[in-house]
């Protein structure tokens, strides 16, 4: 099991886009400043309750903080086919990749119904077919990613003679984060992801009790053990990343409770954890001096 260098596994935190420029750069280049290995961020156009307050574009956000960090990686948590189109989607990963120096990490998921789904006037897909049309997201995502020029038909998505040049700055591509749960999903983990992301339940996110969430977590990592080895693949070669926000309550309250948390993550398997960054009010609300307490704890145990 690979950790960070204090032993646990590494940090990271999720900061929803919905700051202005000068608070985002202040939290983001406060978030390196704590030692934090990744930071993310949610990829809407809008989010649940926060529908009618500020919200900001995901790509050209990690774009903006690229500038102005040095070492984090980078990601989203996690890109959907919702309201993305891989052709489109890829030349932006490639430029943020590049203008990031190689820190990107391209976090993707399958997108459940809600706004995101409805906003383009799409149809609405069964769960089969929302996961048929991610198995082709990612399948042309990685092709586009990986060599200059890509034709591919589908029945979702399409490219004709698409050109991806320079290419990413890690090669041959940039890592893929893929959020899985079920059996199709972590299949796609077993053969394209660098990541593994989860929160749990998804039907259900934060809704089990605390003895019940780690239940559900350690059947997970057994059925990505398990898709690895259906593709031969050494499951130690995918970082694996839970977020622990949508698992527990109060995850910092201390920083013996945050390292308590961590650790038991560590335990199960896990190889990266991330937080929220803590909210002033509402949804993922915390106090951020016992935020920024329970990390730098967490960073030197």
């Not at 919905?18 to 983001?28: G, L, Q």
């Not at 009618?52 to 102005?68: E, G, K, N, Y």
């Not at 897909?125 to 200059?148: I, K, N």
């Amino acid at each position: 099991m690979t950790h960070g260098t204090s032993g646990l596994p590494r940090l990271g935190a999720v900061v929803l886009p919905e700051y202005d420029w000068r608070e985002t750069r202040r939290v983001w280049t406060s978030l390196e400043d704590l030692g934090l290995h990744h930071a993310w961020t949610y990829d809407h156009l809008s989010w649940r309750t926060l529908r009618d307050a500020p919200w900001f574009d995901a790509l050209t956000t990690l774009t903006a903080v690229a500038s102005v960090t040095r070492t984090m990686e980078l990601g989203t948590f996690v890109t959907s086919p919702n309201f993305r189109h891989p052709v489109v989607l890829a030349k932006q990963v490639m430029t943020l990749d590049q203008v990031s120096g190689g820190r990107f990490v391209f976090g993707m998921g399958a997108g459940a119904e809600g706004a995101d789904a409805r906003v383009l006037g799409s149809s609405p897909l069964s769960p089969h077919e929302r996961a048929e049309r991610f198995a082709e997201f990612v399948e042309l995502s990685d092709l586009l990613l990986r060599q200059p020029s890509t034709t591919y038909r589908g029945s979702y998505f399409s490219a004709v003679d698409a050109r991806m040049i320079p290419g990413c700055a890690r090669q041959p591509r940039v890592p893929f984060a893929l959020a899985a749960a079920g059996p199709r999903g972590l299949g796609l983990t077993a053969r394209y992801g660098q990541w593994w992301v989860t929160i749990g339940d998804p039907a259900n996110p934060g809704g089990g009790t605390e003895s019940e969430n780690w239940v559900i977590l350690k059947r997970q990592v057994a059925l990505l053990q398990d898709a690895c080895e259906r593709a031969s693949r050494d499951v130690s070669g995918i970082r694996k990343v839970v977020s622990i926000s949508r698992l527990v309550e109060a995850p910092y309250s201390s920083p013996e409770r945050f390292v308590d948390l961590v650790g038991q993550c560590g335990e199960l398997g896990f190889t990266d954890v991330v937080v929220n960054y803590p909210r002033r009010e509402g949804v993922f609300s915390g106090d951020i001096s016992l935020f920024e307490s329970a990390m730098q704890h967490a960073t030197v145990h």
